[in-house]
């Protein structure tokens, strides 16, 4: 009997034995096991989310590209429409008859109108067209000398339109624009570098930037009378479409 229970006894502690020994292989395998099962998701999720990362930032990129192609476009239109505005009003009865005669003589012209009486009906066309066109600020007839001869632009903080007093004209012949205007031929059209405008050789406030289109004016004999000359302000053009287009892409990569 006492080997028997001894027997037992033995019996029951291999048992015992066999049974921790599993356990601790079972421990051994399991931690691992879940170990490896959290990281492996832990990256599949950080390769989805970047994954999702690059499409989002992708796309938000394709768009911006597609924003910046469409603006380009309209600016493109823009700046065609404003050489062929130049060129046409160039080519007006009034700077034709104007361009033909001494200025200030009241010298005697087709029809019988005196270079002076042509003056505010130039004027009445310049003033039009800024209104019609809110991108434009100036519109100037400047003599071969650089003297301003009719200057129509906007003033004051409601950017309204006006005839500027003839004291207040200026001599622009140091510019460079008009420089090179004066070297082209009859129906060619200078564009200038975007810069902020200057007034009196000094930077305007509030700060705008602009494009200047130019074209000589010739008398039919072929004598230079002049020059032609609109100012685009690009300040909206620039900034604000130059902020949305910020706006977007930020908003498209959140």
């Given amino acids: 009997n006492l080997l028997s229970d001894k027997g037992v006894g033995m019996q029951g502690e291999s048992r015992v034995l066999a049974i921790g020994e599993k356990g601790s292989i079972a421990r051994q395998i399991l931690f691992p096991l879940l170990l490896l099962i959290v990281v492996s998701n832990i990256v ?15 796309a938000a990129q394709h768009k911006l590209n597609q924003i910046s192609q469409l603006q380009a476009v309209k ?3 823009n700046i065609n429409e404003l ?3 130049v060129l046409i009003v160039s080519r007006t009865a009034p700077v034709r008859a104007i361009a033909n005669e ?5 010298a005697s012209v087709s029809g019988g109108i005196s ?3 042509w003056k505010p009906q130039l004027s009445i066309i310049f003033t039009e067209i800024l209104g019609f066109k809110g991108r434009y600020d100036q519109i100037r007839l400047i003599l071969a000398d650089g003297t301003e001869w009719l200057r129509i632009d906007r003033h004051g903080d409601q950017n309204a339109v006006r005839v500027v007093d003839d004291e207040k004209l200026q001599d622009k012949s140091a510019t460079n624009y008009f420089q090179e205007t004066l070297k082209l031929k009859s ?8 810069e902020l405008n200057r007034e009196f050789g000094k ?10 289109a130019s074209t000589p004016v ?16 690009l300040q909206d053009e620039l900034w604000q479409k130059s902020l949305k287009m910020i706006k977007t892409y930020k908003n498209e990569t959140k």
């Fill in 44 to 58: 599949v999720v950080s390769i989805i989310m970047r994954q999702l990362d690059t499409q989002l930032l992708s």
């Fill in 187 to 194: 129906g060619e059209v200078y564009l200038s570098d975007i």
């Fill in 83 to 85: 050489i062929n505005d």
């Fill in 115 to 117: 270079v002076e009486a």
């Fill in 75 to 77: 600016f493109t239109s």
């Fill in 203 to 212: 930077i305007a406030l509030p700060e705008r930037p602009v494009i200047r």
């Fill in 218 to 233: 010739y008398a039919d004999d072929g004598t230079i009378f002049g020059i032609l000359v609109f100012n685009e302000n």
């Fill in 102 to 106: 001494s200025v200030g003589k009241n």
